[in-house]
T-cell receptor, first 113, second 113 residues
């Protein structure tokens, strides 16, 4: 597609449930990133995928968070046993490499009640 | 600790007026600085990107400046339009981890008719 697509755009879930967030990057972009934007805060790095290299997971806040990227394209961010502090907008971005302009998706707004 | 701070937090101006947004950073070793515009409910969109050797870059009515010695940047918006109402985010990356963008909290700009 023309841009980075994320789904769902909004997700309300009960505390303790698992959620999956999906990101479909721009075709041909080898780099894919997940960021989290909490209310009133700057975006926080979560994870970075580059081609077939091992991902940099250093930004994941706890072992309840995991992400995978299948076939070098679509990525899924999974949050297990969600907590209220997980409520945020989760943004995905892709780029040709880490220097050039990133293209962000519109994000998934996650609300844990 | 690598940080990016922006001021003011919010700003209201009249349509047609100019404004300047500020960004201070402590990221080291510095790689590049980007300004993004984020409309409500959308992902950030890149306005400018500058490396150490660049001290000014324009994109239409947007002009960014960079002083790498004092670690300061500004974004000047000329002849503001209602569509400029958005959050403007300063983003810095370090040489040793260029894909881990470090985001400021943004300046929320409201342009009134």
């Amino acid at each position: 597609g023309a841009g980075v697509s994320q789904s769902p755009s909004n997700k309300v879930t009960e505390k303790g449930k698992d959620v999956e967030l999906r990101c479909d990057p721009i075709s041909g972009h080898t780099a894919l990133y997940w960021y989290r934007q909490s209310l009133g805060q700057g975006l926080e790095f979560l994870i970075y995928f580059q081609g077939n290299s091992a991902p940099d997971k250093s930004g994941l806040p706890s072992d309840r968070f995991s992400a995978e990227r299948t076939g070098g394209s679509v990525s899924t961010l999974t949050i297990q046993r969600t907590q209220q502090e997980d409520s945020a907008v989760y943004l995905c971005a892709s780029s040709l490499d880490s220097y050039y302009g990133y293209t962000f998706g519109s994000g998934t707004r996650l609300t844990v009640v | 600790k690598n940080q990016v701070e922006q001021s003011p937090q919010s700003l209201i101006i009249l349509e047609g007026k100019n404004c300047t947004l500020q960004c201070n950073y402590t990221v080291s070793p510095f790689s590049n600085l980007r300004w993004y515009k984020q409309d409500t409910g959308r992902g950030p969109v890149s306005l400018t990107i500058m490396t150490f050797s660049e001290n000014t870059k324009s994109n239409g009515r947007y002009t960014a400046t960079l002083d790498a010695d004092t670690k300061q940047s500004s974004l000047h918006i000329t002849a503001s339009q209602l569509s400029d109402s958005a959050s403007y985010i300063c983003v810095v990356s370090a040489v040793d981890s260029s894909y881990k963008l470090i985001f400021g909290s943004g300046t929320r700009l409201l342009v009134r008719p």
